[in-house]
């Protein structure tokens, strides 16, 4: 619900996942004198939280979770957890 997608580059979503409300994915950087268009991808079974922000260029690999509200600027592995702004990845003791 809520969702929105900004760009014309593409957007690849894998099966299997779960994406939250009001989520963002932003495939254009606005530079000073140009745009550009880069594609965002995401790998099989992952899950944002609600509000989560992806920028362009980057790729989310598979079965990784995104904590709500977090923004990725660049690639997470797969299989992680990340979280905040800029989105890091999260220890396993603050899971």
Same mark, same amino acid.
């Given at each position: #619900? %809520?969702?929105? @997608?900004?760009? &014309?580059?593409?957007? =690849? =979503?894998?099966?299997?996942?779960?994406?939250?409300?009001?989520?963002? @994915? +932003?495939?254009?950087?606005?530079?000073?004198?140009?745009?550009? +268009?880069?594609?965002?991808?995401?790998?099989? %079974? /992952?899950?944002? %939280?609600?509000?989560? /922000? /992806?920028?362009?260029?980057?790729?989310?690999?598979?079965?990784? *979770? /995104?904590?709500?509200?977090?923004?990725? &600027?660049?690639?997470?592995?797969?299989?992680? #957890?990340?979280?905040? *702004?800029?989105?890091?990845?999260?220890?396993?003791?603050?899971?």
């Amino acid at each position: #619900m %809520g969702c929105r @997608f900004q760009g &014309t580059s593409e957007t =690849i =979503i894998g099966d299997q996942c779960k994406i939250g409300p009001y989520s963002c @994915f +932003e495939t254009v950087n606005h530079l000073k004198n140009k745009e550009e +268009e880069l594609p965002i991808r995401i790998g099989k %079974g /992952v899950w944002l %939280g609600a509000q989560v /922000v /992806v920028t362009p260029g980057t790729t989310i690999g598979c079965y990784s *979770v /995104v904590a709500a509200g977090a923004v990725v &600027t660049k690639d997470i592995p797969p299989n992680e #957890m990340w979280g905040g *702004v800029p989105a890091r990845k999260l220890e396993s003791s603050k899971l």
